[in-house]
């Protein structure tokens, strides 16, 4: 089966097996989220969380030049919200304080053991994607050993490379 890249259509999958809560986004929660995380949201992502805030992707693939061939997934992007109970792009901060990774990457998806996140350690805008995979072989009981690995210089270029 050969792979479909995604074109600028149909980024988000409206049909999810899985109930999520539809929060509500505009400029004024995006600017306040920009505000609070000392950031500037790309405007590529910032157009795509205005038709839906969050969820999964009907493109969830990328690849990682060098992992070679095997995809790398990106099931789901949290949502924009301010609530205190529930996941989201703002909780970046908590799920990055129990890891010994950099407290400028805003989480986009995590399991805990892989992450795709926008990396601001050395710019405030237009952030690059980095994906992080804990590396099992080097890991111990009391530490974890992150690899980290570049998937685009921008999150536009990031979208070129989504494929289903």
Known sequence: MKEEFYK????????????????PINDE???????TLGVKFPKSFIDLMKIQNGGELNFPYFLIAELGTEKQELPSIEPIHFEEND??????????????????FIVLWT???FWVVFDYRNRKDNPPV??????????????????????ADSFDDFLKQLFR
């Open 130 to 151: 980095i994906y992080i995979s804990e590396n099992f072989l080097a890991s111990t009981y009391n530490t974890t050993e992150w690899e980290y690995f570049k998937i």
């Open 29 to 35: 929660i995006i600017k306040k989220a920009e505000d």
């Open 87 to 104: 996941l989201s792009i703002l909780s970046s901060k908590e799920l990055l304080e129990d890891t010994s990774l950099p407290k400028e």
């Open 8 to 23: 600028g259509e149909s980024f988000w999958n409206e049909d999810s097996k899985y109930k999520r809560i539809e929060y």
């Open 111 to 113: 399991d805990c053991h």
